[in-house]
Structure formats: structure tokens, C-alpha cells
């Protein structure tokens, strides 16, 4: 029987990430074993269109040498709660990972 593409997904992001997927334990963990990040890994058919758009825009207008981000601000929240996202491809560009990182041109699909 083949595994659950969210499965799949979840193996090959935490890989990308210098990781191992952790696997499902019912203890309220994280989705990958990593010595300093506690990633959680999402998987949907669709990125809501204006999240998208705001990705690309944060693309387009970032100064060459810049990261592109989004940050989202919510009002009547603080500051500190609010969300930032960045492309996989930009994280790694930067930051980079204390382990020997994948290419991040072989996305794969799905």
C-alpha cells in the first residue's frame, strides 16, 4: 500500500531540513527530530491565493542581497505573535542548516 502523500512530504521536508521525521506519537511533537528547530510540516493542494500573492510581491520588490519575507500582522494582537513566511529556498539561502543541507532545487512535487 503506498504511503500517504502527507507522509511523504513530511519524510522529505524534515530531510531537507537536516532531520528525520519523527512520526506520529500522540504526545504533541513536533513533525521532525532536529537539534534546534521544531518544525511543523503542512501539506495542501492550494496556498490561499492572496498568501500567495503576498509571497510573490515580498519576491519581486526585495533589494538584490535582501531576504523576501511576509509579515503578517493581525490588529488587536501583539506584535511578537504575529507570523512571517518566507520561501524554503530563501530560508536555506540564509540560514542555511548545522547540518549538510540538501539542494533545494529538488523540490519534488506534491
Given at each position: 500500500m503506498p504511503e500517504k502523500l502527507w507522509k511523504t512530504v513530511e519524510r522529505r521536508i524534515c530531510e531537507k531540513h537536516g532531520g528525520k521525521r519523527r512520526g506520529v506519537t500522540?504526545?504533541?511533537e513536533s513533525d521532525?527530530?532536529?537539534p534546534w528547530k521544531g518544525i511543523e510540516v503542512k501539506c495542501r493542494r492550494k496556498m490561499p491565493q492572496y498568501l500567495r500573492a503576498w509571497i510573490d510581491q515580498a519576491v519581486i520588490n526585495a533589494e538584490a542581497?535582501?531576504?523576501p519575507l511576509v509579515h503578517w500582522h493581525?490588529?488587536?494582537t501583539?506584535?511578537?505573535d504575529d507570523v512571517v513566511f518566507v520561501r524554503f529556498c530563501d530560508f536555506l539561502d540564509?540560514?542555511?542548516d548545522d547540518?549538510?543541507?540538501l539542494p533545494f532545487t529538488d523540490f519534488g512535487s506534491g
Open positions: 500522540g504526545k504533541g521532525c527530530l532536529h542581497g535582501k531576504l493581525q490588529p488587536g501583539l506584535d511578537a540564509w540560514f542555511g547540518e549538510d543541507p
